[in-house]
């Protein structure tokens, strides 16, 4: 809800907010006065207030922390001087309406006619909000190439690496996409990238989950702008690969995907689609099993998202819950023909799926059956 426009310099009015001596008992409180919130801060025994609203995304100050004489927003961290409004050294431009206060006869007042004017400098836009789709101005043009990013989940030791099952077949594929199909294409391994989990700003309000990430915005050196980037602008394909962990997708792939979070929440705090005409697919493989729930969780994370899915969305390999013997599923999965077919039929899946949703004919007359429930009788 927004600030009434109540401007310095109109009739002051006073509201009674309380007794002091029960408001003292905690440096901050967030107060509603009809419609103006208020952040009201008690500091070396006196009073002071700012507004209760945040000038990132309208987080609530009084609700967050004092840190010396400055009001720390709960949500992204963002500082106000508790007297005047002021952000903090070096951003004082940045400034939230401050508020006079008095005490008369043991009870606190504040006047809701603000003492300053709220002021958000204008920033350049994030370059992760410049989003230009496929043929609108700016983005590619319809009859351009299509663009596949794949992407790898596996954990490994980078100085001392070792074969992946997953990220054999995913390259195997892209290198289909890029020599056969005619495609762009790109490669991502998530292991190389330096960025930090997701921090739960959603869990204070479906509000603080911002796009772009709040991370993204306030961290240069979190690298997960690259993902972003690949999947909201310049992918139409995304390819997933992963391991199996113990019945589940890597725990690098849910450290992406939990940062991905502010993707699928525009839709719920703007109604906002960033993911329009993309399509997904993905590799699994592992010494276990559980193919299907691996597979059913990133399916149903990215159809949230508002991806589409080719048909026979996904390749897996497994040999069981039993199969200790990696070394023999390496072998296996090095030697396969059928499954390196597989992996640049799935591609070649995706690149007929992206096409029809740009207009063009999809489907082939035999498809090859390694890596799906189709195994040869």
């Known amino acids: 809800m927004s600030q009434p426009p109540l401007r310095p310099g109109a009739a002051p009015d006073w509201r009674d907010l309380g007794a002091a001596d029960e408001l003292s008992r905690a440096p901050l409180h967030q107060i509603t006065i009809d419609r103006t919130r208020i952040a009201l801060v008690h500091a070396n025994g006196t009073f002071s207030a700012i507004s209760g609203v945040c000038n990132h995304a309208a987080g609530p100050l009084g609700e967050g922390t004092l840190e010396g004489d400055y009001v720390v927003c709960p949500w992204h961290q963002y500082r106000f001087h508790r007297v005047t409004g002021e952000g903090e050294p070096g951003f004082e431009d940045d400034r939230v309406p401050a508020h006079d206060v008095k005490v008369e006869g043991g009870r606190v007042l504040v006047n809701v006619v603000p003492r300053t004017t709220r002021h958000k400098p204008k920033h350049d836009p994030h370059p992760l909000e410049l989003i230009q789709p496929r043929g609108t101005p700016g983005g590619p043009p319809l009859d351009a190439p299509l663009r596949v990013v794949g992407i790898s989940t596996t954990v490994m030791n980078e100085k001392y690496p070792r074969f992946s099952t997953s990220e054999h077949l995913l390259d195997f594929g892209l290198e289909h996409a890029r020599g056969t199909l005619g495609v762009e294409t790109r490669s991502i391994r998530l292991r190389e990238l330096k960025f930090r989990p997701c921090e739960g700003y959603y869990s204070m309000s479906a509000h603080a989950c911002t796009w772009p990430c709040t991370i993204t915005q306030q961290d240069p050196d979190d690298q997960l702008d690259r993902v972003y980037e690949a999947f909201v602008q310049w992918a139409d394909i995304f390819v997933i690969s992963t391991p199996i962990r113990w019945g589940s997708a890597s725990a690098l792939y ?124």
Not at 340 to 362: F, K, P, Y
């Open 254 to 377: 849910y450290k992406m995907v939990e940062r991905m979070n502010c993707i699928q929440n525009q839709e719920t705090i703007a109604n906002r689609i960033l993911l329009r005409n993309k399509v997904v697919a993905f590799i699994v493989t592992g010494g276990q099993d559980n193919v299907q729930a691996v597979v059913g969780q990133m399916m149903s994370f990215f159809g949230e998202l508002g991806c589409q899915f080719p048909q026979f969305p996904f390749i897996a390999h497994s040999r069981g819950w039993p199969a200790e013997d990696m070394e023999r599923n390496v072998e296996i999965v090095k030697a396969s023909d059928e499954l390196r077919e597989a992996a640049c039929e799935l591609v070649g899946r995706c690149v007929d799926t992206a096409g029809a949703l740009l207009g063009r004919r999809i489907g082939a007359e035999r498809v090859s059956r390694a890596g799906r429930k189709a195994g040869k009788m």
